[in-house]
């Protein structure tokens, strides 16, 4: 046999060739095998396509998400928050500046305004959370924020919203991220809060009620007030501001006078360098002492000083009622306590010298009828240091007497000096008359044809400055400015200062108040949800001057409060510097109006 012959070597011998059926059999299991094969390489593929397509979905979700989230930071905030800083807290200082933009201004054709028109950008949020993870708390913590947003910038639970979607946010690790080309909103304000209030310009080392705190019945060059307080820790004490001075002195009032506390009271005036005299009881009824030493220097008077100035040896005089014979006389006593008096005038020529008559610095000051002449006169007498006096001047005509009210009244009369001028403002039925000494003599009166405000004397100036309110919507802020030839009022309208915005109405009829900075006019009030709010003008332009908001009277701690910390304000102007006094919480605290338009704090010290 040839090789050719041989069987093949894949073949054992005893092996007989297939038959044709075993063939076919053979090849239609070689094709169902290479299409298993075949079906699971298409499904291998076809399960990585779907992981592929899926996590393209997830990642596409999680980016409509973050960029919501952006969107929505930057609309309502601004941008992201510091570290420690709460969206309420950034939103607030945001809602300040605009509660202060006139509400036409606020909005435009186009634009619902700030913070409605981030309502959108907070329901995409939830949206792209519904399609992507539905469980998350955000979804409907951002579905309350849009309705929220929706409110406008008065909604007091806007703030509260804010905080609720943005711990939910930080719960899924969202953090948002600047870019955004969103319309941001307006800079945030910069308040005072109470919690940041300068422990350095306390009033005390405890709070206590402004109707505590008096001032000098009629002012001279140093600007002075005294707490009458006995619970505090100090007890009653005096404060002082020098002429230029740039902080205050503050010195607790010593015993026996501290002992007659709540209610001693400045009515007097005052030498400068001397230390005030403190009376108790109605006009020192029930004694006059030394803010000084807390001695006693007058036990008893039956009816009161109509005046007492305090000289800087330790002598003063007082204008006084003095029985049996039914007059008023003057009084000096000297260092050493020698008394002397002369009389003056009896009531039947001068009426009631509670109202008609007071003694300033060294000058006696009555109105009263002359023979020969019509109408109601005002007549000054000078005092000398040796105790001697003059005849009376008469200074000229007072156009209208005076309507006694009744009540607690202060007197018709008071005074207000400054390094020029020393002033005399005389009460009338339905306007005030103010006389000047100027060229060593006193002119005739002028007449201001505003009732009230309170007086200060200004350079050869003299200023009467308050808010005449019938209602919280209703009233004027007035400032009359009168030298030696006339006065000349200023009034504004509290519907022109707050036209068009009543989110800045004041929260009540004792919750605004005015004077006069370095010729300009200061407004300050606290409106019911955006703060202290401040504004310096000119007269003729306050209507139209924007609002500083000085203090926040709603946080505390970084927390929007429901209720206001502030619990009373007061201001109190004596040449060129007018006190802020904002009684909070914590204390009261003094700050001084600027004519720039803001506040700056008082040092405090002894």
Same mark, same amino acid.
Request: proline share 6%; net charge negative.
């Given at each position: 046999?040839?090789?050719l012959?041989?069987?093949?070597?894949?073949?054992?011998?005893?092996?007989?060739?297939?038959?044709?059926?075993?063939?076919?059999?053979?090849?239609a299991?070689?094709?169902?095998?290479?299409?298993?094969?075949?079906?699971?390489?298409?499904?291998?593929?076809?399960?990585?396509?779907?992981?592929?397509? *899926?996590?393209?979905?997830?990642?596409?979700?999680?980016?409509?998400?973050?960029?919501?989230?952006?969107?929505?930071?930057?609309?309502?905030?601004?941008?992201?928050?510091?570290?420690?800083?709460?969206?309420?807290?950034?939103?607030r200082?945001?809602?300040?500046?605009v509660?202060?933009?006139?509400?036409?201004?606020?909005?435009?054709?186009?634009?619902?305004?700030?913070?409605?028109?981030?309502?959108?950008?907070?329901?995409?949020?939830a949206?792209?959370?519904?399609?992507?993870?539905?469980?998350?708390?955000?979804?409907?913590?951002?579905?309350?924020?849009?309705?929220?947003?929706?409110?406008?910038?008065?909604?007091?639970?806007?703030?509260s919203?804010?905080?609720?979607?943005?711990?939910?946010?930080? /719960?899924m690790?969202?953090?948002?991220?600047p870019g955004?080309?969103?319309?941001?909103?307006? /800079?945030?304000? #910069?308040?005072?809060?109470?919690?940041?209030?300068?422990?350095?310009?306390?009033?005390?080392?405890?709070?206590?009620?402004?109707?505590?705190? #008096?001032?000098?019945?009629?002012?001279?060059q140093?600007?002075?007030?005294? +707490?009458?307080?006995?619970?505090? /820790?100090?007890?009653?004490?005096?404060?002082?501001?020098?002429?230029?001075?740039?902080?205050?002195?503050c010195?607790?009032?010593?015993?026996?006078?501290?002992?007659?506390?709540?209610? @001693?009271?400045?009515?007097?005036?005052? &030498?400068?360098?001397?230390?005030?005299?403190?009376?108790?009881?109605?006009?020192?009824?029930?004694?006059?002492?030394?803010?000084?030493?807390? *001695?006693?220097?007058?036990?008893?008077?039956?009816?009161?000083?109509?005046? +007492? #100035?305090?000289?800087?040896?330790?002598?003063?005089?007082?204008?006084?009622?003095?029985?049996?014979?039914?007059?008023?006389?003057?009084?000096?006593?000297?260092?050493?306590?020698?008394?002397?008096?002369?009389? @003056?005038?009896?009531r039947?020529?001068?009426?009631?010298?509670?109202?008609?008559?007071?003694?300033?610095?060294?000058?006696?000051?009555?109105?009263?009828?002359?023979?020969?002449?019509?109408?109601?006169?005002?007549?000054?007498?000078?005092?000398?240091?040796?105790?001697? +006096?003059?005849?009376?001047?008469?200074?000229?005509?007072?156009?209208?007497?005076?309507?006694?009210e009744?009540?607690?009244?202060?007197? #018709?009369?008071?005074?207000?000096?400054?390094?020029?001028?020393?002033?005399i403002?005389? /009460?009338? &039925?339905?306007? &005030?008359?103010?006389?000047?000494?100027?060229?060593?003599?006193?002119?005739?009166?002028? &007449?201001?044809?505003?009732?009230?405000?309170?007086?200060?004397?200004?350079?050869?100036?003299?200023?009467?400055?308050?808010?005449? +309110?019938?209602?919280?919507?209703?009233?004027?802020?007035?400032?009359?400015?009168?030298?030696?030839?006339?006065?000349k009022?200023?009034?504004?309208?509290?519907?022109?200062?707050?036209?068009?915005?009543?989110?800045?109405?004041?929260?009540?009829?004792?919750?605004?108040?005015a004077?006069?900075?370095?010729?300009?006019?200061?407004?300050?009030?606290?409106?019911?949800?955006?703060g202290?709010?401040?504004?310096?003008?000119?007269?003729?332009? @306050?209507?139209?001057?924007?609002?500083?908001v000085?203090?926040?009277?709603?946080?505390?701690?970084?927390?929007?409060?429901?209720?206001?910390?502030l619990l009373g304000?007061?201001?109190?102007?004596?040449?060129?510097?007018?006190?802020?006094?904002?009684?909070?919480?914590?204390?009261?605290?003094?700050?001084?109006?600027?004519?720039?338009?803001?506040?700056t704090p008082?040092?405090?010290?002894?």
């Amino acid at each position: 046999m040839t090789p050719l012959d041989s069987p093949p070597a894949s073949r054992r011998p005893e092996e007989s060739p297939p038959s044709s059926s075993d063939v076919l059999a053979q090849a239609a299991q070689n094709r169902q095998t290479r299409t298993r094969i075949v079906v699971a390489l298409v499904g291998a593929v076809v399960v990585a396509g779907g992981v592929g397509v *899926a996590v393209m979905t997830t990642r596409g979700a999680q980016a409509a998400t973050q960029k919501a989230w952006n969107d929505l930071s930057a609309c309502t905030l601004g941008g992201p928050l510091a570290a420690n800083e709460r969206a309420s807290s950034r939103a607030r200082a945001i809602q300040l500046v605009v509660l202060g933009i006139p509400e036409e201004k606020r909005v435009s054709t186009n634009d619902v305004g700030w913070p409605g028109r981030c309502a959108g950008y907070a329901s995409a949020v939830a949206e792209a959370l519904q399609q992507n993870d539905d469980k998350q708390p955000l979804l409907a913590s951002a579905t309350k924020l849009a309705d929220a947003l929706k409110v406008g910038p008065s909604n007091p639970t806007l703030g509260s919203a804010l905080d609720d979607a943005w711990r939910d946010a930080d /719960k899924m690790k969202l953090v948002a991220q600047p870019g955004s080309a969103v319309t941001a909103p307006p /800079k945030p304000a #910069h308040a005072i809060a109470v919690d940041s209030l300068p422990l350095g310009s306390k009033l005390l080392s405890q709070g206590f009620s402004l109707s505590s705190l #008096h001032t000098e019945f009629s002012a001279g060059q140093t600007l002075r007030f005294l +707490i009458d307080e006995k619970d505090t /820790k100090e007890g009653p004490t005096l404060c002082e501001m020098a002429p230029k001075e740039k902080s205050l002195r503050c010195k607790a009032i010593p015993a026996p006078a501290a002992k007659m506390s709540p209610a @001693l009271r400045l009515w007097g005036t005052t &030498e400068e360098g001397a230390a005030p005299l403190v009376f108790v009881g109605d006009h020192g009824r029930d004694g006059i002492y030394r803010s000084d030493t807390g *001695a006693l220097v007058e036990n008893k008077l039956t009816y009161g000083a109509y005046g +007492i #100035h305090a000289r800087k040896d330790g002598s003063y005089a007082m204008l006084i009622w003095k029985e049996p014979a039914p007059e008023t006389k003057l009084e000096t006593v000297s260092a050493g306590g020698k008394r002397t008096d002369i009389g @003056l005038f009896d009531r039947e020529k001068t009426g009631n010298p509670y109202y008609n008559s007071g003694l300033f610095w060294n000058f006696v000051v009555n109105k009263a009828y002359a023979p020969g002449e019509d109408g109601l006169r005002l007549f000054v007498r000078t005092l000398s240091d040796d105790g001697s +006096i003059s005849p009376p001047v008469d200074v000229g005509e007072v156009g209208q007497p005076s309507l006694v009210e009744g009540g607690d009244e202060p007197p #018709h009369i008071r005074a207000c000096r400054s390094a020029d001028t020393s002033v005399i403002r005389v /009460k009338g &039925e339905s306007a &005030e008359y103010l006389s000047f000494f100027a060229g060593g003599k006193w002119t005739q009166p002028v &007449e201001a044809d505003t009732m009230g405000g309170d007086l200060a004397c200004r350079g050869n100036e003299a200023l009467l400055t308050g808010v005449d +309110i019938e209602t919280e919507k209703r009233g004027e802020v007035f400032r009359t400015r009168c030298d030696v030839t006339s006065c000349k009022s200023d009034v504004v309208k509290l519907a022109d200062l707050f036209a068009h915005n009543d989110d800045m109405w004041p929260a009540s009829v004792n919750a605004i108040y005015a004077a006069d900075v370095a010729g300009k006019v200061a407004v300050i009030w606290q409106t019911q949800l955006g703060g202290v709010r401040l504004r310096v003008a000119p007269a003729d332009q @306050l209507a139209k001057t924007d609002d500083v908001v000085v203090f926040d009277d709603r946080m505390q701690d970084g927390i929007l409060k429901p209720e206001s910390t502030l619990l009373g304000m007061n201001l109190l102007t004596q040449g060129d510097t007018t006190l802020l006094f904002l009684r909070t919480v914590p204390g009261v605290f003094v700050f001084r109006i600027e004519e720039s338009g803001g506040i700056t704090p008082v040092p405090i010290g002894t």
